[in-house]
């Protein structure tokens, strides 16, 4: 995926990836890590939490904590690559976009997504893409990572009601 | 960016479930906790380009303020604007409540409109529970009588946090007006749940010696607590709850509780000077001290709109029955 990125992206310096908390962010982090060492440049990385955009606003029965976004300013000229783990419905990736927009006007928006598991209801694609998992849409995918859950890195596929 | 994963893991396995917030008391250390890292994602949208999110869009606000208030009311307006919420706001005067109607038809008149959270202040300690537990919109305390004034007490904790980097373990002294002060019971739930020592300072008339059941100290020698205090937070004399008079008057209140210029030299360099406001200068804190650089009042102000957005957006954000 970083090959990918560093492809698509000639000038790393405009380039932002912004991780969708939290395993985003760690994934952000690590592709950040993985470009340096093919590109030898740093790229900037940044925050997007999406709870203040979501579309289900007053229909969970309890709500998890929102974290602090941080993204650099300015945002115009640049190109923010969204970084999140599954990619399922596509409205996270929506929310990120209108999360991003409250920040300032990039040049360009790119997903990136570990796993690509399928069912959109939104007219949304990956740019980049770690696997592509054929999933029936009751099944449930896990994305596990050492430095957030502390135990081997790992994608897990569960049955329905599992 | 890296630094955050371990603030992440924190409080990442509570969900917050409450659809009203009537007081600190009942809530835990680790909800308190939520709210105010909750708040600092509200405060990073004040720093975005566009500072309004559509978290509570479609969602309706009634400020409903039996007893005025001009900071507090417009602090939730600010709130709920920034949210996305459509807001009105009712005062005493143009509320219907005036004409003879009961707090619970106007709540439920208010409820036929489609209400989805009410923010109440009133001058009953207990009118915000009395009305949560019979209307299903959220219901958010804006201070009742003298019983609580939880967004404040939140607020306050979150202006020590931010400031100091912690909670637990500081000193923090609570000066004046215990008595009648919402504030301060807000304060001292809030704060012993975080692991802070509080001492209460006034006259024994404002600051009777029953508060200790509570946890905390109860001293009426302004002079012996200001060394060792990481924090004092004046408390306004509130004129319009005292009956009868509760000092011999305000040049002696000053003279043994004010915070003077001569007095200031006792605190610590780093003593975080607050004050809820409205600020009666000259009486709980020289003039020059309210605007020193130890005073962290007008950060108070700021911090009160990020914590009011999360209490908000937390509360009308989970479905209701």
């Not at chain 1, 990836?17 to 952000?28: K, N, S, Y």
């Not at chain 2, 604007?81 to 619970?104: H, M, Q, Y």
Request: charged share 25%; with cysteine.
């Amino acid at each position: 995926m970083a090959h990918e990125i560093v492809e698509r992206n000639r000038d790393l310096s405009a380039l932002v990836l912004a991780g969708i908390p939290a395993r985003g962010v760690a994934l952000a982090e690590r592709l950040a890590a993985d470009i340096e060492a093919i590109a030898q440049a740093r790229v900037a990385t940044g925050v997007i939490d999406v709870s203040m955009h979501r579309d289900d606003v007053g229909m969970r029965v309890s709500l998890p904590v929102v974290r602090a976004s941080q993204l650099p300013k300015p945002l115009e000229e640049r190109t923010v690559v969204i970084v999140d783990d599954v990619l399922f419905t596509g409205r996270t990736c929506r929310a990120a976009m209108d999360a991003i927009r409250s920040f300032g006007r990039p040049a360009c928006l790119q997903l990136a997504a570990l796993v690509d598991r399928g069912h959109r209801d939104l007219p949304i694609r990956a740019d980049f893409v770690g696997k592509n998992l054929p999933t029936a849409r009751a099944e449930q995918v896990r994305v596990r990572l050492a430095e957030i859950d502390q135990e081997p890195d790992g994608v897990w596929l569960f049955k329905a009601n599992e | 960016m890296g630094s955050g994963f371990s603030k992440q893991m924190n409080s990442s396995i509570l969900r917050w479930t409450r659809k009203d917030l009537l007081g600190l008391r009942e809530l835990s250390a680790e909800e308190i906790n939520f709210v105010l890292e909750t708040a600092d994602a509200f405060k990073q949208v004040g720093t975005r380009e566009v500072k309004k999110v559509p978290a509570l869009l479609g969602k309706t606000l009634i400020n409903l303020f039996i007893e005025p208030s001009t900071r507090t009311r417009t602090s939730f307006e600010l709130a709920a604007k920034r949210l996305s919420a459509d807001i009105v706001n009712i005062s005493a005067a143009t509320s219907s409540l005036t004409k003879g109607e009961t707090l619970k038809d106007t709540a439920r008149v208010l409820e036929a409109n489609h209400a989805d959270i009410i923010v109440l202040r009133h001058s009953s300690a207990g009118a915000p529970q009395f009305l949560a537990s019979r209307i299903g919109a959220s219901v958010i305390n804006a201070g009742d009588g003298a019983h609580e004034h939880p967004t404040q007490g939140l607020l306050d904790l979150y202006t020590i946090r931010e400031k100091k980097g912690r909670v637990a373990g500081l000193h923090i002294a609570i000066i004046g007006d215990i008595l009648f002060s919402r504030v301060a019971r807000s304060n001292i739930f809030a704060l012993l749940k975080m692991g802070a020592r509080v001492t209460l300072v006034g006259p024994s008339t404002l600051v009777p010696r029953e508060f200790e059941q509570l946890g905390v100290a109860v001293s009426h020698q302004l002079d012996e607590v200001l060394p060792t205090a990481d924090v004092v937070n004046l408390l306004r004399i509130q004129h319009e709850r005292q009956r009868k008079e509760y000092f011999p008057g305000l040049g002696e209140y000053i003279r043994l509780f004010g915070l003077t210029k001569a007095r200031a030299v006792l605190l610590k360099p780093d003593c975080l000077i607050m004050h809820p406001g409205p600020i009666n200068r000259g009486v709980e804190i020289d003039s020059e001290l309210a605007d020193g650089v130890q005073s962290v009042i007008l950060d108070q102000v700021t911090n009160g709109l990020a914590v009011r957005m999360a209490v908000l957006y937390l509360c009308a954000g989970i479905a209701t029955p």
